[in-house]
């Protein structure tokens, strides 16, 4: 009799399990026994003694079934085989070679989600030669177009005039238009101190949970790099070093920041964001090629001038910047406020600039408060290279808001989610 442990959903009810195993039994016949798991810990739990597991990548909603948590399955029931229901967006060679040498042959696709093919997989298993032609159904050129297709490209033309309004330049620039509330390439930048490299990995930590992610260490200090070498998954190139921290986080430090423009072209398409960690030492150019620019900055006003100063380095040379949006890091309750910050901002600096010496970024500004159980874990990490900083509720719920922000990680799938495919 075959056992199967269906890991489809978090309904506490047994309807979608009820519906396959009919189909199933009106082409085979009354043959097995059934049980359910509703997030991971309770595959791990069950999963020893069943013949099969079939597992949805979005169990948990937002937070994808990695292939490290399959892995972990296998270490626990090798005997157990797995249907894995995947979406196909954002899948590559790499997730390919990875769950086929864990021997995952019986892999779905979103867009082939059917209940004729789950119950033919139930009964008969992928050879492995039947399992490298379905995945042959992943063609990363194809893939890209697919992407390049959604978004459309639109050639504008835009005047520039130089600060002695004696030249005016016509220049065309090539702007993607994404929907508005998904960010795909996001550059992070700020005064030294400010805590760039904190947001970004925090923020990176947050999205690797559920989408693919690379972070490009363009800062001189090269910190987020540092603080990621105690890994030993690293390829060194004659351009690059690169470092894979998981199955969806990937790290590279170029050697010249000329290659900045090359890495993005390459990766933009394998990943779903792009994370720049950077400071005022980035060319404003490449800054054309940013879908959102994160200016990180703290209450100290005295820092705020420099900041300016490469900002408007940056509008003359082309940079939309109703793309930056201001974070306030460290933030605390006195008598200076967010406001105020981002009033010096798109005003004038008392007795230090003219009148024309405001910059029109964003009105958004998001704070994310001191906490002083965070800021101990933080100079914990820089003093030991291989500690790695420990978030709180108060830091999450900051990040967690710039994340959604950024690229929301929100469960607005939802209403489109694999499971819904198959029964919808």
């Given at each position: 009799?075959?056992?199967?442990?269906?890991?489809?959903?978090?309904?506490?009810?047994?309807?979608?399990e009820?519906?396959?195993?009919?189909?199933?039994?009106?082409?085979?016949?009354y043959?097995?026994?059934?049980?359910?798991?509703?997030?991971?810990?309770?595959?791990?739990?069950k999963?020893?003694?069943f013949?099969?597991?079939?597992?949805?990548?979005?169990?948990?909603?937002?937070?994808?079934i990695?292939?490290?948590?399959?892995?972990?399955?296998?270490?626990?029931?090798?005997?157990?085989?797995?249907?894995?229901?995947?979406?196909?967006?954002?899948?590559?060679?790499?997730?390919?070679?990875?769950?086929?040498?864990l021997?995952?042959y019986?892999?779905?696709f979103?867009?082939?989600?059917?209940?004729?093919?789950?119950?033919?997989?139930?009964?008969?298993?992928?050879?492995k030669?039947e399992?490298?032609?379905?995945y042959?159904?992943?063609?990363?050129?194809?893939?890209?177009?697919?992407?390049?297709?959604?978004?459309?490209?639109?050639?504008?033309?835009?005047?520039?005039?130089?600060?002695?309004?004696?030249?005016?330049k016509?220049?065309k620039?090539?702007?993607?238009?994404?929907p508005d509330?998904?960010?795909?390439?996001v550059a992070?930048?700020?005064?030294?101190?400010?805590?760039?490299?904190?947001?970004?990995?925090?923020?990176a930590?947050?999205?690797?949970?559920?989408?693919?992610?690379?972070?490009?260490?363009?800062?001189?200090?090269?910190?987020f790099?540092?603080?990621?070498?105690?890994?030993?998954?690293?390829?060194?190139?004659?351009?690059y070093?690169?470092?894979?921290?998981?199955?969806?986080?990937?790290?590279?430090?170029?050697?010249?920041?000329?290659?900045?423009?090359?890495?993005?072209?390459t990766?933009k398409?394998?990943n779903?964001?792009?994370?720049?960690?950077?400071?005022?030492?980035?060319?404003?150019?490449?800054?054309?090629?940013?879908?959102?620019?994160?200016?990180?900055?703290?209450?100290?006003?005295?820092d705020?001038?420099?900041?300016?100063?490469?900002?408007?380095?940056?509008?003359?040379?082309?940079?939309?910047?109703?793309?930056?949006?201001?974070?306030?890091?460290?933030?605390?309750?006195?008598?200076?406020?967010?406001?105020?910050?981002?009033?010096?901002?798109?005003?004038?600096?008392?007795?230090?600039?003219?009148?024309?010496?405001?910059?029109?970024?964003?009105d958004?500004?998001?704070e994310?408060p001191f906490?002083?159980?965070?800021?101990?874990?933080?100079?914990?990490?820089?003093?030991?290279?291989?500690?790695?900083?420990?978030?709180?509720?108060?830091?999450?719920?900051?990040?967690?808001?710039?994340?959604?922000?950024?690229?929301?990680?929100?469960?607005?799938?939802?209403?489109?989610?694999?499971?819904?495919?198959?029964?919808?």
């Amino acid at each position: 009799m075959l056992k199967i442990l269906f890991a489809l959903n978090q309904d506490l009810n047994y309807n979608l399990e009820k519906r396959i195993l009919h189909e199933y039994e009106k082409e085979n016949g009354y043959d097995f026994k059934f049980d359910k798991a509703i997030n991971v810990n309770e595959i791990k739990e069950k999963v020893k003694g069943f013949d099969l597991l079939i597992l949805n990548e979005e169990l948990e909603n937002e937070n994808l079934i990695t292939v490290k948590v399959i892995e972990e399955i296998r270490n626990i029931s090798e005997t157990t085989r797995i249907i894995f229901i995947a979406n196909s967006e954002n899948k590559d060679e790499i997730f390919i070679e990875k769950i086929y040498s864990l021997e995952v042959y019986d892999l779905i696709f979103s867009d082939d989600i059917r209940f004729e093919l789950i119950t033919r997989l139930i009964k008969k298993s992928r050879s492995k030669i039947e399992a490298l032609e379905y995945y042959k159904r992943i063609d990363i050129s194809e893939a890209e177009n697919k992407e390049k297709k959604r978004r459309t490209v639109i050639e504008k033309d835009k005047v520039n005039k130089s600060p002695t309004k004696i030249i005016t330049k016509i220049e065309k620039e090539y702007v993607y238009i994404i929907p508005d509330d998904y960010k795909k390439v996001v550059a992070a930048l700020g005064e030294r101190k400010s805590g760039v490299t904190t947001v970004v990995s925090l923020l990176a930590a947050n999205y690797s949970k559920s989408k693919k992610v690379l972070v490009i260490d363009a800062a001189e200090n090269g910190l987020f790099s540092i603080k990621s070498w105690g890994n030993e998954n690293i390829v060194i190139d004659e351009e690059y070093k690169e470092l894979r921290l998981n199955d969806n986080l990937l790290v590279i430090k170029p050697n010249d920041n000329n290659q900045i423009l090359n890495l993005i072209e390459t990766h933009k398409y394998k990943n779903d964001i792009v994370l720049i960690d950077a400071d005022l030492t980035l060319e404003q150019n490449i800054l054309k090629w940013i879908d959102m620019i994160i200016h990180v900055s703290t209450l100290d006003i005295m820092d705020i001038n420099k900041c300016k100063i490469y900002l408007r380095q940056a509008m003359l040379e082309g940079v939309n910047l109703s793309k930056v949006y201001l974070v306030i890091n460290k933030h605390i309750k006195c008598k200076i406020t967010s406001r105020d910050l981002i009033g010096l901002y798109k005003g004038q600096i008392p007795y230090i600039e003219g009148e024309n010496g405001g910059l029109q970024i964003n009105d958004t500004i998001i704070e994310i408060p001191f906490d002083k159980e965070f800021y101990k874990n933080s100079l914990l990490s820089q003093v030991y290279v291989d500690e790695s900083i420990v978030s709180t509720d108060i830091i999450n719920k900051g990040i967690d808001e710039l994340s959604n922000l950024i690229y929301p990680i929100k469960s607005k799938r939802k209403g489109i989610s694999l499971i819904n495919r198959l029964i919808g």
